[in-house]
């Protein structure tokens, strides 16, 4: 009887031993790729005698995959909340996605969290005259009248020059 006892211990332990071990070596095997890591690295021996700067070697990574699992409900609840929000920034700027205005001379965007325009001027400051900026800030702005239909006067906006 108590050899029983002893080998249906042992049986026990070396089966706990071994579903233990075999979901570790499980692991290991399907063990996801970290977001982002390199899968493959370019080394000396296959950059071979062209030695190439490091900037002109293409890196290879591995495609990334989202970090948490969203059940389908959860998505479709998430984009209509978005959905809601777009629908209110089209109506109270119907104008918005005709954006961005861009020309030769300028650019132009609507900032949303500063409910202002932002025009990127293609000259420079320091090195322009007065009268260069004038005009091209002027067309710039009635772009924006064109594109509100409104005086450019009803928005606020600001002005960044591009050029050194």
Same mark, same amino acid.
């Given at each position: ?7 249906? =211990?042992?049986? %026990?332990? +070396? !089966? ?5 071990? #075999?979901?570790?070596?499980? %692991?290991?095997?399907? =063990?996801?790729?970290? !977001?982002? #890591? ?7 021996? /296959?950059?071979? #005698?062209?030695?190439? *700067?490091? #900037? ?5 990574? %591995? *495609?990334?995959?989202?970090?948490? /699992?969203?059940?389908? !409900? ?9 959905? $809601?929000?777009? /629908? ?8 918005? @996605?005709?954006?961005?205005? $861009? ?5 132009? &965007? ?11 001027? +293609?000259? &420079?400051? %320091?090195?322009?005259? $007065?009268?260069? =900026?004038? +005009? @091209? @800030? ?11 239909? &409104? &005086? ?13």
């Amino acid at each position: 009887m108590k050899r029983y006892l002893k080998n249906k =211990k042992i049986q %026990s332990v +070396a !089966v706990i031993l071994f579903i233990l071990l #075999s979901v570790y070596v499980f %692991s290991i095997i399907h =063990k996801k790729p970290e !977001v982002g #890591s390199p899968e493959y690295k370019v080394t000396e021996e /296959e950059r071979g #005698s062209d030695k190439k *700067p490091d #900037s002109e070697v293409p890196i290879v990574t %591995s *495609p990334t995959t989202p970090a948490t /699992e969203t059940k389908p !409900v959860d998505r479709i609840a998430d984009d209509f909340e978005i959905a $809601k929000d777009r /629908e209110k920034i089209y109506r109270e700027y119907p104008w918005y @996605l005709k954006l961005p205005v $861009k020309t030769d001379e300028y650019f132009i &965007s609507w900032i949303l969290e500063e409910k202002s325009f932002r025009i990127y001027l +293609a000259i &420079s400051e %320091s090195n322009s005259t $007065k009268e260069q =900026k004038d +005009a @091209l @800030l002027n067309r710039a702005l009635e772009a924006i009248q064109e594109l509100t239909g &409104s &005086s450019y006067k009803r928005y606020p906006y600001y002005v960044i020059y591009t050029r050194e």
